[in-house]
């Protein structure tokens, strides 16, 4: 009788101790098909010399295919043990990213408290991917990261946040990013510079506001220009940036803008057309038509210096829930350039070579996609 209680006793906590504790599969799935004029066209070397049209199968327009888990483990006392794993991945192709990241967006793992916040160790999204919640395509392929070449698409390795709790409305976020390096900001020998960033969201019904500052240093030298190295583009590549965002909440529409100061520091002479200095801003309104149905129009300019020109986006798109995970989506957009700009659509690198997608210098390109998104 006393066995048979004391298996009844350890059952019982092996099932409560399961009950405390859960993983969950999560995912995300977006193709579709896009046509696009202004695309590039090219002779030798591959430099543009030329523009045509193009129609083509894209995976993640509306938003990034990915596929993850995560944990969360009960502690005591108010505490948890939490983690993470994130990957992306092409719908077009079911290929992963390179270099063998199968969880190249999120690896973390660390503790959390309702009470006092959480602290994660590992692999984030990088900080300036928080222009997220306030973007009204929310960072999707034509958006907010496109005329900024993507850099607030990045990832952050090596890295230490902490997330607060809110308090009377305020909450607070912060990362600082390990170069791994002999030289506390970088110096070439690992693939990353120190990163870091913080920021102060402040929430009501009516509106929300946030500020954020983070800076990406130059992996080859540790410096925030941008030049040493092997890609060279400037503030596009390392750089401090100083955000200001606001949503408005009126019942059915919401409103979005944003401002953006990208600044290098002791850049001295870049080649031209490499800026050392960018001002970024959009703003937007989204009208939530009915439960399904959204309707977006939103502005994204930038302006450059060092003969990088100016350039902005006017696009308009939606979306349609068929159910609670799956919906269909389409944009429209058109990226306008100044003379000397070459600006596209997409978040590509600089320069003017048929594998960046850019336009023609003063060209314009305009595009079209539509596709199905299903989460899980």
Same mark, same amino acid.
Request: net charge positive.
């Given at each position: 009788m006393k066995k048979a209680l004391l298996a009844a006793s350890l059952l019982t906590v092996g099932v409560v101790a399961h009950a405390q504790s859960s993983v969950t599969l999560y995912g995300r799935l977006d193709a579709g098909l896009e046509y696009m004029n202004g695309a590039p066209t090219g002779g030798a070397n591959g430099v543009?010399? +030329?523009? &045509? #049209?193009?129609?083509? *199968?894209?995976?993640?327009?509306w938003g990034t295919s990915l596929w993850g888990m995560k944990g969360v483990e009960d502690l005591g006392g108010g505490n948890k043990a939490v983690f993470q794993l994130e990957g992306s991945f092409s719908t077009t192709t079911g290929a992963g990213p390179g270099n063998n990241e199968?969880?190249?967006?999120?690896?973390?793992v660390g503790l959390a408290n309702d009470q006092f916040g959480t602290l994660l160790l590992g692999r984030e999204l990088f900080i300036a991917n928080g222009v997220w919640d306030f973007d009204p395509f +929310?960072? &999707? #392929?034509?958006?907010? *990261?496109?005329?900024v070449r993507g850099r607030n698409w990045t990832q952050s390795s090596n890295n230490i946040s902490y997330q607060s709790p809110k308090f009377q409305g305020l909450d607070f976020y912060g990362q600082y990013a390990f170069s791994n390096a002999t030289?506390?900001?970088?110096?070439?020998?690992?693939?990353?510079?120190?990163?870091?960033?913080?920021?102060?969201?402040?929430?009501?019904?009516?509106f929300q506001l946030r500020g954020m500052y983070d800076e990406i240093r130059d992996p080859s030298n540790g410096q925030l220009d941008g030049t040493a190295s092997t890609s060279n583009f400037g503030a596009f590549s390392a750089s401090r940036e100083y955000t200001a965002m606001f949503n408005v909440f009126l019942g059915q529409f919401k409103?979005?803008?944003?401002?953006?100061?990208?600044?290098?520091?002791?850049?001295?002479?870049l080649p031209l057309g490499t800026p050392t200095t960018l001002d970024h801003e959009w703003g937007g309104v989204t009208w939530q038509a009915t439960p399904a149905a959204a309707l977006i129009a939103a502005v994204y300019h930038v302006n450059a210096n060092n003969g990088a020109?100016?350039?902005?986006?006017y696009t308009v798109g939606g979306s349609y829930n068929l159910s609670k995970r799956t919906l269909l989506d389409i944009q429209v957009a058109t990226t306008q350039n100044s003379k000397t700009a070459n600006f596209g659509l997409n978040a590509n690198n600089p320069g003017n070579t048929v594998s960046t997608d850019n336009p023609l210098p003063g060209h314009s390109q305009s595009g079209v996609y539509a596709g199905i998104q299903h989460s899980f």
């Open positions: 543009t010399t +030329g523009s &045509s #049209n193009r129609f083509r *199968a894209e995976s993640g327009d199968i969880f190249n967006r999120w690896a973390t +929310g960072q &999707s #392929n034509w958006s907010s *990261a496109s005329l030289s506390f900001n970088g110096n070439g020998t690992t693939p990353q510079g120190r990163e870091a960033g913080a920021q102060v969201t402040y929430t009501t019904s009516l409103i979005q803008g944003a401002y953006q100061a990208i600044r290098t520091a002791g850049a001295g002479s020109g100016n350039a902005t986006i």
